[in-house]
């Protein structure tokens, strides 16, 4: 969302790779196995000349990660026979309610993995500040006890191009499509756009008033998953992009801070970040979670391989004894 007062930059043409209208393409977006094993190792720093980059201790995906795991233990509890044979099987270990927010945390941290490189210099580029999973209430309330609905904005970016307020969409095999102010999924509307702008009219708000001046917050939609994804969208109030082109996207943004300016703003959204510690610590909880999960999906594979070859085998054998 672009404060008052301000226009942003026109939004720029994604790389070459970044689908088009004319001819949708295929998202790389890696498996929920590669989300798993590539963790991020942030062992480099920042030049000693720059602000030190600033990122929270709450993990990304911190309130999604929390809501399935209450999703999971909320879950009825089953015969420890049934259990063994559900595991056996490779049964979907996933509750009902579990399976939006397992998702989104698994697609919160994969983009925070991608978005982790922007924390060190690249040339005479400054790092970034990123702080994930922010909570924030999505517009200021108009009198005191007035109920206001609360938000977390996926993860914020403070650097050299400006704030940057990102919502993470993971769609798995579904075919998505953004226009001016549509957001269609496999055919049906939906609301992203709309609460991705509301996610960063949040962060301007809280950054307005915390610095004392106007910050603009410019809202990005990152879709990671999409077996289809068509982008005519370019307008100044939403940047949709896959996840592959993200980092570079943001890297190419004309310099609006310098590197002080961007530590202050960003000291201002670790604060409120500090102020709800609820969720960090559902991160060991989720990566046993994650491993049972995808452990069922490769025992299902197998099992979907080994019968089909059984199968295969007896038609064999049948049409074999009914040759003369």
């Not at 989104?104 to 580029?125: C, F, I, K, M, Y």
């Not at 924030?136 to 970016?157: F, I, M, R, W």
């Not at 650097?159 to 307020?165: F, I, K, L, T």
């Not at 509301?198 to 962060?203: E, I, K």
């Amino acid at each position: 969302m672009t404060a008052p007062g301000h226009s942003w930059p026109p939004l720029e043409q994604p790389p070459s790779d970044s689908a088009h209208l004319d001819g949708a393409s295929v998202d790389s977006a890696p498996s929920d196995s590669a989300l798993l094993d590539n963790t991020l190792l942030d062992r480099t720093g920042p030049s000693d000349s720059a602000p030190r980059p600033t990122r929270t201790t709450r993990p990304a995906g911190a309130t999604a990660m929390a809501a399935t795991l209450a999703a999971q233990a909320s879950a009825p509890h089953r015969p420890a026979l049934l259990e063994a044979l559900r595991r056996t099987v490779g049964a979907d270990p996933l509750v009902d309610d579990a399976h939006e927010p397992y998702l989104d945390a698994v697609g919160q941290r994969e983009v925070g993995r991608r978005l982790g490189v922007l924390r060190h210099r690249s040339g005479p580029t400054a790092p970034w500040h990123l702080v994930h999973d922010v909570p924030l209430s999505t517009a200021q309330a108009n009198s005191p006890g007035e109920h206001v609905d609360p938000v977390h904005v996926d993860h914020v970016l403070v650097g050299p191009g400006g704030v940057y307020a990102v919502t993470v969409l993971h769609l798995p095999g579904a075919r998505v499509r953004a226009a001016q102010t549509a957001f269609v999924v496999d055919g049906q509307p939906s609301q992203h756009l709309r609460e991705a702008k509301q996610r960063a009219l949040a962060v301007h708000r809280v950054l307005s008033e915390g610095a004392g001046r106007d910050v603009p917050v410019r809202a990005v939609v990152v879709v990671l998953g999409s077996e289809r994804l068509a982008l005519p969208l370019r307008t100044a109030d939403v940047a949709v992009l896959r996840a592959p082109v993200l980092v570079r996207w943001l890297r190419k943004q004309p310099k609006v801070l310098d590197a002080s300016t961007a530590a202050e703003l960003a000291g201002h959204l670790t604060a409120t970040a500090h102020q709800h510690s609820d969720a960090h610590d559902s991160l060991d909880g989720f990566e046993r979670l994650q491993r049972t999960v995808l452990t069922a999906d490769r025992l299902r594979r197998a099992w979907f391989v080994t019968l089909a070859v059984a199968a295969s085998s007896a038609v064999t054998t049948v049409l074999a004894s009914l040759s003369p």
